[in-house]
């Protein structure tokens, strides 16, 4: 039977028919078979520097109503569950119980050796959620920032960070459980009690938090290099959230030109409501950013690097410098980059938003967003999540640990899809105009190098012609879905004059930028040739 590193600090235990696990623990701390054969050779492991409320605090990392989980059978037979179960199991109810405050009281006789032993002395720190070392099932404070050595890559970190030094959730599983729960339960009143006065920690209510959850928040703030991250049901939602949360009344917020048409929408409409004055600039233009600074009381430069549909790149390095010498906080909507192109707090940002429907979900099949930062920072924001009530939904924060396995091999091939296209593009004579930013004619493409190690996986470009050749050239591909949105395995074409402003009049989307002949691609997981082949006889319908 596979044994959970956590039993490694632990006491053994032998598996009792008491279903409710209401008797006390044998003071002698009985060996625990290794096999479901009941004459197999055990041994036992002391607790090193233990005491009772040292164990306590060890045991109790497992769901609350972890217990009433588990049937009769698997409670009688021990084969059936992991030695961390049982032991957590047969300890969940009582915590207090009479243990013994040192290790020489538990069993000298038969310890395992020292080099087999993992030494606990005072309370330990959390490193990557690292359940055998924490006092509760809830993992909170930004835990996932500390990561193993050996995590050094944004793929070793993709793939096991939040779960490969353990999990809020006991299991030998590889993959990380669906916590399916709407509240947690407390044993007794006075945990309840110890909860409500800072003692022990737990989520108390679906809405304020669940593990799976967990895990994918701190996989995401070793990415991001966070403290703290805070997930939720939608990019859009986040971004709310975030302005609701870091922006007072009466305040001042700074945002740029090319940005997502819903949370323009928001910042120059609703916010205004409460008092709130904006201020749009152009993405570049670092003297109307000083300016607007030194007239206003300013608590927020909310902008997109790269933005949404043109590409536009910010420096996030500069911009933050000059915002922070005015008290001004820093937030990068960094969907377009991904937190493998781009360390958006590492170049001076306070807070890092995505829209985790696109990149880090990577499959077009789940909403999501969220926030990382500082935990002073996201435990504001965290504050009104919780009253606001967007929680992402477990099976949907189980999708994003799936998507983000394979994120940074995603994200290389549609790094290198997207610039071999553009510069296809870019020589076509079909093609008025392309914006990316890993062509050198980008605007911004000295800030881009400088601050992303690749640079994305949407091109936009400009065909020859109106509105009517745009329309063309998509009705004519093959291969890419006509959808409003991006970053999944699956090619998705998009007119932002047709999906996003056709309420707007063609003096309308001028205005704002939008061109009748604008295409946005966003290039997925198929074959670079397939893809060249079908754009190219696309273009040659126009």
Sequence with gaps: MAVS???????????????????????????????ANTKTKTRSLPIHGGSAAGLSSLILKFP???????????????????????????????????????????????????????????PQPVVDGDSCNTGSPVQFKGSAALKASFLRSDGSL?????????????????TTPVVNTSAYCFQNTDQLLDFKEGRYDSFEYGRYGNPT????????????????????????????????????????????????????????TILPKMGITVTVIDPADMESLKSTLDKHDVNLFFTESPTNPYLRCVDIELVSKLCHSHGALVCVDGTFATPVNQKALALGADIVLHSATKYIGGHNDVLAGYVSGSEKIISE???????????????????????????HLRVQQQNSTALRMAEILEAHPKVARVYYPGLPSHREHHIAKRQMTGFGGVVSFEVGGDLMAATKFIDNLKIPYNAAS???????????????YWDLKQSGRAKVGIKENLIRFSFGVEDFEDLKADILNALETI
């Design 5 to 35: 590193s956590c039993a490694r600090v632990l006491p053994s235990f032998d598996c009792r028919p008491d279903p409710h696990f209401s008797g006390n623990p044998r003071a002698e701390m009985p060996s625990f078979s290794s096999s």
């Design 64 to 122: 609350p109503n972890f217990v009433r989980q588990l049937s009769t059978k698997a409670r009688r037979n021990c084969s059936n569950i992991g030695v961390a179960q049982v032991v957590a199991a047969s300890w969940s109810n009582n915590s207090s119980s009479a243990v013994p405050a040192s290790a020489t009281d538990v069993n000298p006789i038969t310890t395992a050796p020292l080099e087999d032993i993992h030494v606990v002395d005072g």
């Design 158 to 174: 993709a793939v096991h960070a939040g779960e490969r030094l353990g999990r809020g959730i006991v299991t030998d599983a590889i």
């Design 213 to 268: 959850t967990v895990v994918a928040e701190e996989k995401l703030s070793a990415l991001e290099g966070a403290e703290s991250t805070q997930l939720m049901a939608s990019g859009m939602y986040a971004s709310i959230v975030m302005l609701f949360a870091l922006v007072r009344a009466g305040g001042h917020v700074i945002t740029t030109t090319d940005c997502y048409r819903k949370t323009r929408i928001f910042i120059e």
């Design 381 to 407: 924001v965290r504050k009104i999540h919780h009253i606001f009530g967007g929680a992402l939904n477990p099976n949907a924060a189980y999708l994003l640990i799936r998507g983000m396995k394979t994120l």
């Design 486 to 500: 991006f970053g999944g395995c699956e090619s998705i074409v998009e007119q932002p004059a047709i999906i996003s």
